[in-house]
Structures are given as C-alpha cells and as structure tokens.
C-alpha cells in the first residue's frame, strides 16, 4: 500500500507528536489529546470513514484540534497543557486530590506558557506557602473561608 510503519518503545502518541513537531508527518489520529502534552501541533480525533450508496462512494468525518488556535483563543500552550494534566490527571498521573479545571485555568491566568512549569516546581521550595499555611492553622482565621474566627461545629 505504500504506507510507512514506524515502531517506538513507549507511547505511541509520543512518537506521532515528534513527527508531527518535526513537520515529517500532517498530525496525529489519536482519542487522546495527550498527544499535544508531547508536542503534536494538530490532532484528528474521531476519524471515521465508512461508505455509502450502491456506487461505493467513501464518505467521512474528523475532528481537527490545532494547536496554534488553541494557543490563540485559549491562552493555553504546551506547558499550561502539561500542568493542567499534571494537576487534573492524564493517562500516567493521577492528578492533585483537590485540584480541578477550573483552579488550574485561574492559576493560569497568573503565569504565562513559558513560566507555569517552574512555577510548578517553585512550589516544593517555597517557604511562603509554609508560612501561610501556618499563619492560617494558628490565627483566628476560618480555615474553610478565611473570615475572622475558627470554622463553628454545629
């Protein structure tokens, strides 16, 4: 058929999103948009083809995701990709108990692509989130929603 193969230890996704940041292939058909965390540029997803009427025409669909609208009408690059997986979960992690879409968007609206992954990392070392942490256990704040006084039992 004329149809290259290619085989990689790993993802497969990942080995489609290199080809496709190198430009050696037009994107990547793939469910998962895991692919744009390892770089693809443009994913097909939902491509289905299937024939129709007695002359055997071929008839089809596909959802075209692009990265570059994406970037543009979102504001979310690659690495914003990669720390919303890394907060809300993907294929290999988890995610952060706690953390969803909608904390993950308002934090990004604080750092731009190219700063949100060492802000990320800037977490594990940043002794002023220890202190408010502990400003806030011994104050006489609520802790649930930071009014004055401690959070009543009833």
Request: hydrophobic content about 35%; aromatic content about 6%.
């Amino acid at each position: 058929m004329g149809i290259a193969c290619v085989q990689s230890h790993g993802e497969a996704e990942a080995i489609c999103a290199y080809l496709n940041e190198d430009g050696l292939v037009d994107g990547c058909i793939s469910q998962d948009s895991d692919c744009f965390l390892y770089g693809a540029k443009v994913v097909y997803r939902n491509f289905c083809t299937n024939s129709q009427g007695n002359r055997g025409a071929t008839a089809g669909s596909v959802d075209v995701y692009n990265m570059e609208k994406i970037e543009k009408t979102l504001n979310i690059g690659r690495n914003k990709m990669i720390v919303l997986a890394l907060l809300c979960g993907c294929d290999c992690n988890e995610g952060v108990n706690g953390a969803g879409k909608e904390a993950a968007l308002k934090f990004f609206k604080t750092v731009d692509d190219e700063n949100v992954l060492q802000r990320i990392q800037d977490w594990r070392t940043d002794t002023s989130l220890d202190r408010i942490e502990s400003d806030l256990l011994n104050s006489d704040l609520c802790i649930a929603c930071g009014h004055q006084g401690k959070l009543q039992k009833t």
